[in-house]
């Protein structure tokens, strides 16, 4: 047992030096069993004398983390990573004081207010009522969004990837904070007699506002998108962007968000190619690790010393199968309590998206090989995990049709790694839970459309009682 703790201690030790060293960390385990006289794994754990599951788990981890390159990546390094600045940034005096402008930003709430906003405008878009959205939008996009047309109605708008294309603006001082979005979606357009058309959708928007707002609170994101942002009155008191109860204009960004603009990039009745199964993993591509990741763990480590990282592994293996196994099941009953709104939302496009192309996907044996650390942030709302997950599946698809084999292979496992984030609520503490069963009441898991247990009516999926899934990137398009 010394000899192992030894070499984990040594492991630590190394990836630190490393660290120091140079952004591209490569330490071999192999030198490392050298080191110590150890033959292979299975000697190792031998050695360890059938040691509990989690030292085992331990081991595992700690040696295939060093077995893959690491790219540490500086704070500000990407949109999301400058964006996260903005609870930083202030009115920053002669004498060098700071008086930040907005110290409980949340990237996370800005995630899911950005997904509700865009679902919210296209919904309005129906009927033409996009007057009930107009504290949001600035005029040149409420006309963009006009020129989409005057559907009678817009049915269920499902985002399957939103992702910045561009932050700019967070500094002190400055007068000025924008973010440039992309989402692909899909949404069904009634017309007057009922006949409806489905699209795909590629459009940019951009989002901006004075950084001197206060951000608000999760628990009103649903909800403040149809209120005045400057007086609270209902969004019937609004047309084109003027507060009628307040007498002011309000869509200028100086009381909340406001979409600048909208561009649409491509729409089309079908479904666009490359929607489908998380692809191959690069294996060239280092894990991006954001240089605070390490001690921001710490720091919630100290303050729940039963999270660790590696008690989150069977939660993620959990959640791994029900999103696999969800992929085929349009309702995506499994793993609707294991997914904040936005990924279920995204989910649920590719499914819809499998249904159109008249495929379906099948995923067998899925697990995880290992878990890198790849972000850890905390605001006043959430802790925010990014772990990047390598994982096996056996994975294809067939033709609805004539089930004939389109894709995948349904005899070989592939490798794949994605990056996943995961959120809890801030202060909410303890080990993550790995069963099918309520946190709060403990009753077994069954959650409505909404995440709310069907039994006691918690809220599962608000992360207010255990680490949800909040967002899920593709190697190719993380950027940290
Ligand atoms: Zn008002
Ligand atoms: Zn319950």
Known sequence: MGEVLQFLIMGSFCL???????????????????????????????????????????????VREELE?????????????????????????????????????????????????????????GGGRLDRVGAWLSDD??????????????????????????????????????VSLRFEAHYTEVDAVGAEQPWYVTEAWTLERTPAVASRSPDTVGTFI?????????????????????????????????????????????????IGPPRSRDPKLPTLRDARAEANLDALGREDPDFILLALRPRLELILQEVRAGASHPDGQGMRPFLGDNVFRSQRHGSQASRDAGVRHVTRRSAIQHVSLARMSRDTYYDALTVRVHATCVDYSVRESDQKLVAGSAEHPRDFSEYWT????????????????????????????AGYCMSCQAHLTSGAFDWVLHRIEQDASYRG
Request: net charge positive.
């Open 226 to 274: 149809f209120t005045c942002p400057n007086c609270g009155a209902p969004s019937e008191a609004q047309r084109g962007g003027t507060c009628y109860r307040c007498d002011t204009k309000v869509n200028t960004g100086g009381f909340d968000w406001v979409v600048q603009s909208v561009r649409l990039l491509a729409r089309e009745q079908r479904v666009p190619r490359g």
């Open 422 to 449: 995961l959120v809890r609520r801030r202060g909410v503490k303890g080990a993550p839970g790995t069963t099918r069963t309520c946190p709060s009441c403990g009753k077994p898991l069954t959650v409505d459309a």
């Open 16 to 62: 630190l030096v490393g660290a120091g060293f140079a952004g591209l960390i490569y330490v071999s385990a192999r030198q490392q069993f050298k080191k110590f006289g150890i033959k292979d794994m299975a000697h190792l754990r031998k050695l360890a004398k059938e040691p509990p599951e989690a030292m085992q788990a331990t081991v595992d981890a700690t």
């Open 69 to 125: 390159p690491v790219k540490v990546t500086p704070p500000g390094h990407s949109p999301r990573s400058r964006l996260e600045q903005l609870r930083e940034v202030g009115l920053r005096g002669d004498a060098g004081t700071l008086e930040r402008f907005d110290p409980d930003f949340s990237p996370v709430v800005f995630e899911d207010f950005a997904h509700a906003l865009f679902t919210r405008v296209h919904e309005a878009r």
């Open 141 to 178: 996009a409420f006309e963009a969004l006009r020129t989409l047309g005057r559907p009678a109605q817009v049915k269920d708008p499902l985002v399957g990837v939103m992702a910045y294309a561009d932050v700019t603006g967070v500094a002190d001082n400055s007068s000025r904070v924008q």
